[in-house]
């Protein structure tokens, strides 16, 4: 069916598109599909049990509206976000392109969001169906971003099974700043007295950027490791890797997102896993779109993987197929459960 629509749907204004694709699915539809359930891509991490390794990322879902129907659409767990502390429009439109001959998308979206109040009355009365994960930053006129997080920790830290703190959009002016070591040891030590003053238990996740050198690999790792991060989420979108592109939309500005990162996030995970082991558990993003992408994010080091520019384009049952293609790969590697081959490439 997406095949037939998506020449109509490619017709209008991405944004446009996205914002008809959340009408739809607020709709209480049944899945077409019975989620698969296999114990070859099952894992239990962090306490929590996952049915399956394929997530859609923060950025789909911006304003926690459709979390549960993505549930349904065979996802093993959703992000939502970035939630900001206060509503904010984001960037003038248009600010999202389809670079349809790249399988990518650039977006200048600039969090835009209903802010922290309205989300979290949202997630209260319609509590998630499964494995759920808050995605939270800073306004973008904000003259203290640090306290922002902290105020979105406050809203947020009970009502999710993870919280991701973004320091990667490049569609925020200066939030790349938080990569430099001296701004995330400041940002990590007060994330976690925020997390004692509370006794929270809720796991922390922090999403990196795919235009980070060596150096800064090891840095932050350093970081992570001393202040216990749970999680690592590697990468956002990239503001670089234009050279190469076919579609003219490249040369707007914003964060390159799809196929052209897969190569880029791979070799950055593979380099945290080398340094972080089984210390910190990685989500990989970028590119995934199918079984053997999900797989090579696997092998190079990501626990779990995320995905949205690869739902534009192969459509709402991608979750499916990717599981469906995933198990058979482990079948055919006589693989009997994703464990054994987290972090298997050489």
Aim: hydrophobic residues 35%.
């Amino acid at each position: 069916m997406f095949s037939k629509l998506r020449p109509f749907i490619f017709k209008l204004d991405p944004e446009l598109a996205h914002t008809l694709a959340i009408k739809a699915l607020k709709f209480n539809f049944k899945s077409i599909k019975n989620i698969k359930k296999n114990s070859s891509i099952e894992n239990t991490l962090l306490g929590k049990k996952f049915f399956n390794p394929i997530g859609i990322a923060a950025g789909f879902d911006k304003d926690a509206e459709v979390y549960n129907s993505l549930f349904k659409l065979g996802f093993g767990f959703v992000e939502v976000g970035t939630i900001t502390p206060l509503k904010q429009y984001g960037n003038p439109k248009p600010r999202v392109f389809r670079l349809e001959e790249d399988e990518a998308l650039i977006n200048r979206l600039g969090f835009n969001n209903s802010g922290a109040d309205k989300v979290s009355s949202r997630i209260i009365l319609n509590p998630p169906n499964g494995l759920f994960g808050i995605n939270i930053g800073p306004n973008k006129d904000s003259i203290n971003r640090l306290e922002d997080y902290l105020i979105c920790f406050r809203k947020f830290h009970k009502l999710s099974d993870y919280l991701t703190v973004n320091i990667s959009s490049p569609n925020t002016e200066n939030l790349r700043s938080f990569h430099d070591q001296k701004e995330l040891n400041e940002l990590l030590h007060a994330i976690q007295e925020e997390k004692d003053n509370l006794q929270s238990n809720t796991p922390i996740a922090i999403k990196i950027s795919p235009d980070i050198d060596e150096k800064n690999i090891e840095k932050i790792s350093e970081l992570l490791l001393k202040y216990k991060i749970n999680i690592v989420i590697v990468s956002n979108s990239t503001d670089s890797h234009r050279e190469n592109l076919k579609n003219i939309n490249k040369l707007e500005k914003g964060g390159l997102s799809g196929k052209p990162l897969e190569k880029k996030s791979n070799l950055i995970i593979n380099r945290f896993y080398k340094i972080l082991k089984n210390e910190i558990l990685i989500i990989g993003v970028g590119g995934v779109d199918s079984g053997k992408s999900a797989y090579e994010k696997i092998i190079h080091g990501a626990s779990l993987v995320q995905l949205y520019t690869g739902m534009i384009y192969k459509g709402p049952n991608i979750a499916f197929k990717i599981t469906d293609e995933l198990i058979d790969i482990f079948k055919n590697e006589g693989v009997k459960n994703i464990s054994e081959v987290i972090g298997s490439k050489n």
